[in-house]
Each structure stands twice: as C-alpha cells, then as structure tokens.
Nanobody
Framework: QVQLVETGGGSAQPGGSHRLSCSTSGSTLSTYCMGWFRQAPGKEREGVAA????????YYADSVKGRFTISRDNTANALILQMNNLKPDDTAVYYC?????????????????????WGQGTQVTVSS
C-alpha cells in the first residue's frame, strides 16, 4: 500500500484561511482520482472534495462548496486543499486518499471504500 502524507495542519480563526497539502514518494498522484476526507470529533469520516485526473473535474460536499478548493500541483506531485472562510465546524482531522485504479472520481467520489491509499491525517482546528 502507498502511504500518503498530509501536511499543513494547524489552528485557524473563524473566517480565516488554511492550506493543506498531500504527497507521497515513489508514486505519482497526477493520474489518479484523489480525494480529501475529514473526521470531526465524535463524528464519522466524510468526503470533503475530490478531483479527477486529466479533465480535473472536481466535486465538493455541500458544506464546503464555495469555501474550499481542491487542486493539484503536479510539479510537486501534490494534492492541495485550500480552505477559506473557515468555520468552527470545519475542525477535524483531514485525510487525503487516492484511487489506485481510476483516473476519474465521478458521482461516487465520496465513497470511502473506493479509495485504496490513505494518509495518516492532519489536524485542523478552527476556533476563536
């Protein structure tokens, strides 16, 4: 299994911004469906956003649409999550994930079992 690594976790103020990155060594991310997931305290892990390879079509949970942006930095072999206008409810451990079998994400982008490779997670805390 390929281990992904998330970086950029930390604390932020409500209304503020934060940026997460996901990468790995020894394997490429650019040709696969990639996703961000999060698990808030006391809650189950949920899909946040996903991005396909090639056409780079993107998908977002309703709770983050218009505030978060998923993108790729292929030069750095990295997946990015830009988080703006943060809310306390965004507090969670954020995970990146890869489908090692597909370029596209499609309507089932949020199905966690469809992703084969995962990071260890990074904590984002939004509070005043």
């Amino acid at each position: 299994q390929v281990q992904l690594v998330e970086t950029g976790g930390g604390s932020a103020q409500p209304g503020g911004s934060h940026r997460l990155s996901c990468s790995t060594s020894g394997s490429t991310l650019s040709t696969y469906c990639m996703g961000w997931f999060r698990q808030a305290p006391g809650k189950e892990r949920e899909g946040v956003a996903a991005i396909s390879s090639g056409a780079d079509d993107t998908y977002y949970a309703d709770s983050v649409k218009g505030r978060f942006t998923i993108s790729r930095d292929n030069t750095a072999n990295a997946l990015i999550l830009q988080m703006n206008n943060l809310k306390p409810d965004d507090t969670a451990v954020y995970y990146c994930a890869r489908r090692n079998w597909a370029r596209r994400c499609g309507p089932n982008w949020y199905v966690q079992t469809s992703y084969t490779d995962w990071g260890q997670g990074t904590q984002v805390t939004v509070s005043s």
